[in-house]
Every structure is written in C-alpha cells, then in structure tokens.
C-alpha cells in the first residue's frame, strides 16, 4: 500500500494487470475502449490525449502515459509524452510538457533532481519513488481511488487560472 517515504514495490504483471483490466471499465463508465482517444500500448500502459486551456488561447493536445506496474498498491506512473515516440526525451520533447503554475495540486518538472520527468501529485508512482513529503489526507488510497484520480488530478490543473501554455 502506497505510504509516504517508502520505496514503491512492483506487483506481478499478472496482478497487476488483473487490477488495471477491472478498474478500466469502471473508469470508462461502461464505453469500450474503442470508442475513446484512448491507446493501450500494452497489457500495463494507456496513453491517454488531454487537453490544456489557457484564458484566451486556442487549446493545446498532450499525451498523458500511464503505466500499470504497481497498480492498485499504488497509483499510475505518469508522464506526458511526445504522442509520435510515445516516450519522452528531456530536450528534444518539452514541448509536449505543460507549464502549469500555482496548482496547489500539481507541478511537472522536465528532469527533477536529476531523476527525469516528474508529474508532482500524490496520483502519481513517480511522486512516492522521489519520496516527496505528503500529508496523510493526500497519500495514494486503493481502497477508495482508482486511477481517473490520476487523470482527473493532470486534467484540473491543465485549465485556467494553472495553465500556463507549453513548456518550450
């Protein structure tokens, strides 16, 4: 279970996946996949577009990877992605970042401390593996989120007063 200044620990694939394959029809609300902009790389990663809109500015489309591996214990790995790689390389695709400012939610780093793209909410794996501080209300909760608390979190801060535009 997901738990402030531990190490994240892998599920088997196949638990894992079984936990992914039961939340998503719940999350999709009963549509079939096939009637979303949604793409399943494979059995544990789901790309999924959003949109950004600043006041006054035409939107702008970003590619939001979630992967699957420690899933349900604990939330979704998240990062925005260049939706031709479907990966993200720390210069070449900034662009594919969002500027986001002020969100007491999240904020999105192009390379933190070093360790690569990093989407700071506490719906996010990549926040618990940088072991970033979180109060008890706000740590990851199976029991009760499943991972549209991870898109919806991304989705929020991706609208105005926080948006801020791209990052390069």
């Known amino acids: 279970m997901a738990a402030p200044n531990q190490d994240p620990i892998p599920l088997n694939p196949i638990e ?3 936990n992914f394959e039961a939340d998503l029809p719940v999350v999709l609300k009963g549509r079939p996949l096939e009637e979303t902009a949604w793409m399943r790389l494979d059995d544990l990663t789901l790309i999924v577009p959003l949109v950004g809109i600043a006041d006054g500015a ?5 590619f939001l990877r979630l992967n699957f591996g420690y899933y349900r214990d604990w939330p979704p790995s998240a990062i925005f992605v260049n939706p031709r790689t479907r990966a993200f390389k720390d210069g070449d695709d900034n662009t594919w970042l969002p500027k986001i400012e002020g969100c007491p939610e999240i904020a999105v780093h192009v390379n ?3 360790s690569g793209q990093l989407i700071c909410c506490s719906n996010t794996l990549e926040f618990y593996k940088v072991k970033h501080s979180v109060e008890a209300k706000h740590v990851w909760d199976a029991k009760s989120q499943n ?3 991870t898109i919806n979190a991304v989705q929020r801060a991706l609208r105005s007063p926080f948006y801020k535009g791209r990052q390069a």
Do not use: C
């Open 16 to 18: 894992a996946k079984a």
């Open 58 to 62: 035409q939107p702008d489309f970003y």
């Open 112 to 114: 933190f401390q070093g």
């Open 147 to 149: 991972f549209a608390a």
